[in-house]
């Protein structure tokens, strides 16, 4: 060794030492002499005892060159800081990940619109407070349960159950709605109509992962449109009536208005001295102006047009007098 190592004895001799006292490879330096070029070659030792103990224990000594550590130093160094890029690089994600997922959650919470969400087997994964307040289940009792147990629905008219949505998102692969006049029936057999739209969960590689359902309460407006149709129906009505009152009224006022023309006809064409006839065509005359007063206010009070309401004077008449002013119209 003395032959070979440039290094002081005595530091070869601690170097050796401490190798044979030791079962684990102790690193360490050693100076060798090339062709008269000193060289640095970095060392490992430990001892070797024979299991049988017959022979002589040896200390093994594994011996490198620096610049070939110092390469695979490097290299090594470069591993594991290309490591500590992967790992950063996935922290940052699964980070990002986890703000996604709280804000996804928190807008699913907030929002006015009730929201469920299902696995591709129609097994219930989300529930929001708006949809755990109309359909009576909350997120801990909805978790895992069919989404027909949980989001019941049938016809408003006929009451048939209606289709399951996420067998339809699921055949179709798209975003699909109810239909029209859909009841949501609760946990507790409370009824709300309600209109929703399911649309298909997604992964990276464009494979279904679940469905989502968002619906919301339109009793408010369902109600409010039949009350629209009631007053559309109504103000129809009413039209109808003033159209039929209007026309009944018309048709009386011929009466009148063809008795005062006929008596101007003859005033127009009489002798100034028939006093007699002169009085009887001025009251005839009269009773027609009073006819048409009232039929004019009858025009005026709308409140009986809209109703379409004719009303009858009844009174005690002399039925031989009826009959006279008739005669004389």
């Known amino acids: 060794l003395g032959d070979v190592v440039a290094t002081q004895p005595a530091d070869v001799e601690r170097l050796l030492r401490s190798c044979s006292r030791s079962r684990e490879p102790l690193p360490g330096t050693l100076e060798i002499d090339r062709d008269g070029t000193r060289e640095r070659l970095g060392t490992s030792g430990a001892v070797l005892q024979p299991r049988d103990g017959a022979q002589h224990a040896l200390v093994l000594l594994r011996l490198s060159l620096r610049s070939a550590a110092a390469a695979r130093f490097l290299a090594l160094n470069e591993r594991i800081a290309a490591l500590h890029r ?26 006015g619109d009730a929201v469920i969400s299902t696995d591709v087997d129609g097994r219930v994964t989300f529930v929001n407070p708006r949809a755990a307040l109309l359909t009576g289940w909350n997120q801990q009792d909805a978790m895992g349960r069919p989404l027909a147990e949980v989001f019941r629905i049938v016809d408003e008219f006929s009451r048939a159950p209606s289709p399951d ?5 699921l055949a179709s692969g798209s ?11 609760a946990r507790d057999g409370t009824e709300t109509a309600i209109e929703d739209t399911a649309a298909p969960i997604r992964e990276t590689g464009g494979s279904l992962r679940g469905v989502v359902l968002v619906f919301h309460d339109v009793g408010d407006r369902r109600r409010l449109q039949r009350e629209l149709l009631e007053r559309a129906q109504r103000l129809a009505e ?46 005839l005359m009269q009773r027609q102006v009073l006819n048409l007063a009232r039929m004019v206010d009858d025009l005026l009070d709308v ?7 004719i009303e009858l004077q009844r009174e005690a008449i002399d039925l031989g007098a009826a009959v006279q002013q008739a005669l004389e119209d």
């Open 238 to 283: 009413a039209d109808q009536r003033k159209d039929e009152f209007l026309a009944v009224l018309a048709h009386e006022l011929r009466n009148p208005l063809a008795a005062l023309s006929n008596s101007l006809h003859v005033l127009a064409r009489l002798p100034g001295d028939d006093a007699q006839l002169i009085d009887r065509l001025q009251r």
């Open 165 to 169: 949505p996420v067998a339809r998102v």
């Open 86 to 111: 992967e790992i950063e690089r996935r922290q940052r994600v699964e980070e990002q990940l986890r703000e996604q997922r709280e804000w996804l959650q928190v807008t699913l919470t907030s929002i």
């Open 175 to 185: 975003v699909v709605g109810l239909a029209n006049h859909t009841l949501l029936i």
């Open 303 to 309: 409140s009986r047009i809209t109703r379409g309401k």
